[in-house]
């Protein structure tokens, strides 16, 4: 059975680091992406034994390691992984981090959907690219890509990479075929090279199956995708994610530039948590799923009995879900009204493209129904003494 873990005063992030990013040790955190889920017990067993060896010396990938990757793909995800196509990162972001210096110059122009996971800004940014943004359309809290937009920018900026987020954090969107396949063809057409982050694959809330865009057509001189056990079992403190890449001289340039960052591989507790999930963590796996599930329908209902002008965007994938309380906040009191009178820690909408998304807040129900009730009751009772 699935089992709540109590990680206050265990240097968690999400728990421990709300001080550092929310000015406040006293708040409900409902924010960074990881689970309050007790890890699978295969991983933990595997874990377990390794350390009970005593030695943790220097470690080499294991033979099976990249085999568990490669049948965990073939089976969820219909994407033949080729074994020398994949390459190992410390973190899909440290990767899009590196591919970006790899694949572009300095001034380039780079797209995102927007609103995004906000480490794709920092990451055109801080490597001194152009960002470009090409807003997704949002229809009453469902949202769509305008593709005429995409392409207008794609084409004015000389644009040479496009991150995408599949599926999409913050709004919770699994893309479909005809979407990832328009989204591709256009950047066919303009030669865009195309990252594809798709960490959250396995966290499939609703009815569409994920897609991995390397399966849907022949993309591959033009494709990086990227992903990791590590969303979907619960191990991102162990770094270790995959970077596959088919295209051979995008390869040789990523393995120069890793030769001279030198890091070429991970840890051992990265190699053996992430080996380990994959070989024995699917049932885990759907209890995590099936919790998200009543967690997202109880906020869900929750939130349009209580608050109906409150605008939920369905949650197809990611357990993350966005919030527009615009209706009963104003955007530039959103921050101060969730940490100072709801005691509560959201990754706030503006974080994720800047102002024009500050009515939002993006909710991680990856916990337990108490601290999923407690945030609820705050937010409703908080409103409902201002309105
Ligand atoms: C879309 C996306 N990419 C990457 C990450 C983080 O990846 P990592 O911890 O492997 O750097 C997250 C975490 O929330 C995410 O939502």
């Known amino acids: 059975m699935l089992k709540y873990v109590d990680r206050r005063k265990t240097d968690s992030s999400k ?11 006293e708040l409900l955190p409902l924010w960074v992406a990881d689970m309050d889920f007790r890890v699978c017990d295969c991983v933990l067993k595997k874990l377990d034994e ?4 005593g030695v ?23 994407y033949r992984v080729h074994e020398d196509w994949i390459r190992y990162s410390p973190g899909v972001v440290p990767a899009i981090n590196w591919l970006i210096q790899i ?12 609103p995004v996971y906000y480490p794709f800004l920092d990451a055109i940014k801080n490597n001194k690219r152009k960002l470009i943004e090409s807003d997704l359309i949002n229809s009453s809290g469902k949202y769509t890509i305008d593709f005429s937009d995409f392409e207008n920018k794609i084409a004015k900026n000389n644009v040479k990479l496009f991150l995408l987020c599949s599926p999409h954090n913050p709004v919770g969107r699994v893309w479909k075929k005809d979407e ?3 989204l591709m063809d256009i950047c066919e057409k303009y030669k865009v090279r195309v990252i594809s982050d798709e960490i959250h694959q396995d966290i499939i809330i609703g009815q569409n199956p994920h897609i991995s865009t390397a399966s849907i057509g022949d993309y591959d ?10 969303k979907t079992f619960n191990l991102a403190s162990c770094k270790n994610s995959f970077v596959v890449i088919p295209d051979f001289d995008i390869r040789k340039n990523f393995d120069n530039f890793v030769k001279c960052i030198r890091i070429p591989g991970g840890n051992a507790f990265g190699y053996i948590a992430v080996q380990s999930a994959y070989e024995g963590g699917r ?3 759907e209890e995590v799923l099936q919790q998200i599930r009543e967690n997202y329908l109880y906020v869900k209902e929750t939130l349009e009995k209580e608050l109906p002008l409150v605008e939920i965007s369905p949650l197809e994938g990611t357990y993350l879900v966005w919030i527009n309380l615009g209706n009963y906040i104003k955007g530039k009191d959103m921050e101060g009204f969730i940490k100072e009178r709801c005691k509560l820690a959201f990754d706030f909408g503006e974080w994720f493209g800047g102002e024009r998304f500050n009515n939002y807040i993006r909710m991680n129900i990856a916990t337990s129904k108490e601290n999923i009730t407690k945030a609820l009751e705050r937010i409703v009772g908080e409103i409902n003494e201002i309105i």
């Open 103 to 114: 694949l572009t110059e300095k001034n380039d122009a780079v797209i995102v959907l927007t």
């Open 180 to 182: 990832l396949k328009k």
């Open 283 to 285: 049932p885990w796996l």
């Open 15 to 25: 728990w421990d680091g709300l001080k550092a990013v929310f000015g406040s040790e």
């Open 50 to 53: 390794y350390l009970k060896l």
């Open 56 to 78: 943790l010396g220097y470690y080499i990938e294991p033979k099976e390691y990249k085999e568990s990757f490669i049948k965990w793909e073939q089976t969820y995800h219909n």
């Open 221 to 230: 001189s033009m494709l990086v995708t990227l992903t990791a056990a590590t």
